[in-house]
């Protein structure tokens, strides 16, 4: 511990000679260095191709990166409620999640790019937004100006990662410390920090979702946008413990996690898909039994053109494809069926990221610059060349159809794509890193024996 | 027509004929019940309070086909939920409302999951139902008296006389060999106990307000089921 940055990485000195061979990490080296040297290239590499296009990169960079944040929230979760609920199945397979909770300083330093790109990829950080005598004074994004602000917005990074990092690295390290030291009293200490961690841990994921994806297309609002996002994360979280767990098994390792327990994983996946597929359709519906302007743009820019094929695939890939492949039995009960699965929705995880946040890329980017390009007359122009010019003026001064006419199509996002992967190879990457320091699974908790014991009727 | 129902009831009835043991916990049950396999007898059943992990293993139950009528059901219930919403609003009763179109999928998808879930849930209890057999008013077995007490704390298994392994003597001696507290001959006109040779038992009726001697817990309760 005498290095801070230590704690950065793994709060708990390293265990791994301690730890009886039979819960010990066998991998080695490669299985670390490799996913980072790969996500470091495709880093890189998609840095390089991005360079000229800065909000493009930007974009990209936030989807990869809301992409481990959630998976870590989803993690965070999944520790949390199975501590609080007293589950004893989930036992053998919680180390996982937990080397996947103590990311969050990382994840904060990993942050630092969307907080420097504030200005590119989020609109309302336009100060001539918020002056009445500017021709782009926008009086809806005015009225947020109490939220949406940069030294509020930095304020709550901090505090959200604050709260992450305090539950992270206690559930982290009180679960390791654990192992060469059992003591009941910690499975009670996990209990107390789970019993205020979980609402915790809801509003703050409910606040970043808002700031860091719904915040992109300012004028929209969802309240039921931190549910939608959770539950993406939520069932990443899930695939992610699910491939990690069954690749641990494939190299021979944690002979603990049993068929049984992985069978539950895929009965989790299962009714994740449901439930992120009820959330999402449960918001869209709304919107669109609505149909009021302000609210079905953001939906209308999505459904557009590539974006509605991107929605369909969505609906197609997951949810009725992943819903029918994961009912039957076998499935969930042989390895490289399951781990298929769970790629496959973490594939679809980011996707669902893209097709949130891209679409918006042209409002924040293109309208403010196109505006200033043009001397501000082009937007209103445009504006009055589709809409009778009583109304236009109405939503020059209101509404964001201004914005709804720019929309860009999807293009292939091999770019996104590779900084998506370098990013997650990076994060994978130190999360195998610091479950190699210690045991693989939590040998010495009190219902360690239980969990071996757990059998699906 | 009618005889071949009639048969299948009276199929039904006499399934239940054969001996009947009672064990004394969850565990020793499935033991007996993997010994009995072992030992050529397939027309097993077995009765307990809950249902016992294993158990299905052990008696080596077939996949069961509920799923697949669930998964029927609920597909059935998807269609019905569309074809209702279409037919009603767009066929039978289309009222135009500023122009709107007659018909949404949107609008339609909760009645969908709605009659999915009715639809999958009613094909859950009615085939499980089916599939046990139930109701079914009368069994044999309820002429034992023992035997009222497999839903509260009796575990039983029952070898049935068509059994092709089934001899009276035989199976009564494997059953007491296998531990069971007391082995009856049930057909439909009442139990009989049945000692080890096969012979009926000649049993001392205990008095109500005997002194009882303390029971003996098996080696194999594991106490937390």
């Not at chain 2, 006389?161 to 069971?180: I, K, P, Y």
């Amino acid at each position: 511990m005498a290095n801070p940055l230590s704690f950065v990485f793994d709060p708990v000195a390293a265990e791994r000679d301690r730890v009886p061979q039979r819960y010990r990490f066998l991998g080695g080296q490669r299985w670390w260095t490799t996913p980072l040297a790969i996500g470091a290239a495709l880093l890189v590499a998609g840095l390089v191709m991005t360079l000229a296009d800065v909000p493009r990169l930007l974009f990209a960079y936030l989807i990869g990166w809301t992409f481990c944040l959630s998976i870590s929230l989803g993690a965070l979760f999944f520790v949390m409620i199975h501590h609080i609920t007293k589950a004893r199945w989930s036992t053998t397979i919680r180390r996982i999640p937990e080397a996947l909770v103590a990311s969050f300083p990382l994840l904060a330093i990993a942050g630092l790019p969307v907080l420097f790109g504030m200005h590119d990829l989020y609109h309302w950080t336009h100060a001539e937004l918020y002056d009445p005598a500017s021709p782009y004074y926008d009086s809806i994004i005015a009225g947020k100006k109490l939220y949406l602000n940069t030294p509020f917005f930095i304020v709550r990074y901090v505090l959200y990662f604050a709260a992450w990092t305090w539950l992270g690295s206690r559930l982290w390290s009180i679960s390791v410390r654990n192992d060469a030291r059992p003591d009941a009293e910690n499975t009670l200490r996990l209990r107390k920090i789970s019993a205020y961690g979980i609402p915790l841990a809801a509003v703050t994921t409910a606040f970043a979702s808002f700031d860091y994806l719904m915040s992109t297309d300012p004028h929209w609002f969802s309240t039921m946008f931190g549910v939608y996002f959770w539950a993406g994360g939520w069932l990443g979280a899930l695939c992610l413990i699910t491939f990690l767990a069954l690749l641990l098994k494939k190299a021979g390792m944690l002979p603990e996690v049993t068929v049984e327990h992985t069978q539950d994983m895929g009965k989790y996946m299962f009714a994740f898909v449901v439930f992120w597929t009820y959330v999402a359709f449960s918001q869209y519906m709304l919107y669109w039994y609505a149909n009021l302007p302000e609210e079905i743009v953001w939906f209308h820019k999505r459904s557009e053109g590539g974006w509605g094929i991107v929605a369909a695939s969505l609906l197609i890939f997951n949810f009725i494809l992943p819903f029918l492949l994961l009912l039957p039995r076998v499935t969930k009960r042989v390895a490289p069926a399951l781990a298929t699965m769970a790629v496959w929705l973490l594939v679809m995880h980011w996707v669902d990221l893209w097709w949130i946040a891209m679409p918006s890329m042209h409002v924040a980017a293109e309208a403010s610059h196109a505006a200033l390009a043009a001397g501000g007359g082009d937007l209103l122009a445009s504006l009055q060349a589709v809409v009778p010019p009583a109304e236009a003026v109405h939503e020059a001064v209101e509404g964001p159809a201004g914005m709804s006419l720019h929309v860009v199509q999807p293009h292939l996002p091999l770019v996104e794509m590779a900084i998506w992967l370098g990013l997650f190879g990076l994060y994978v990457g130190v999360a195998l890193a610091r479950l190699g320091r210690h045991a693989v699974t939590p040998y010495s908790d009190p219902y360690f024996a239980e969990s071996l014991r757990f059998e699906n009727v | 027509m009618l005889r071949a129902i009639r048969q299948r009831l009276d199929d039904r009835a006499n399934q239940h004929v054969g001996l009947l043991a009672e064990f004394s916990d969850p565990g020793a049950l499935v033991h007996a019940v993997e010994d009995l396999r072992e030992k050529g007898y397939s027309q097993l059943d077995t009765f307990s309070p809950f249902p016992i992990h294993g158990m299905d293993r052990a008696m080596g139950l077939p996949f069961s086909k509920l799923g697949f009528m669930v998964f029927g059901g609920a597909i059935t219930g998807t269609f019905l939920g569309f074809l209702l919403q279409w037919w009603t609003s767009e066929v039978d009763y289309a009222i135009n409302i500023s122009n709107k179109p007659l018909f949404a999928w949107e609008t339609s998808v909760p009645i969908m999951f709605e009659l999915t879930i009715l639809f999958a849930a009613l094909t859950a209890v009615g085939g499980m139902l089916a599939l046990n057999g139930l109701p079914k008013p009368y069994n044999p077995l309820f002429n034992s008296e023992r035997f009222s007490r497999a839903t509260d704390d009796a575990f039983f298994v029952h070898v049935s006389v068509r059994d092709g392994a089934f001899s009276n003597a035989a199976t009564a001696e494997d059953l007491h060999g296998l531990g069971a507290l007391s082995v009856e001959y049930v057909d439909h006109e009442g139990a009989t106990l049945v000692g080890a040779a096969g012979e009926p038992a000649d049993v001392e009726p205990i008095p109500d307000d005997a002194a009882l001697p303390a029971p003996v817990v098996p080696h194999h309760t594991t106490g937390d089921i």
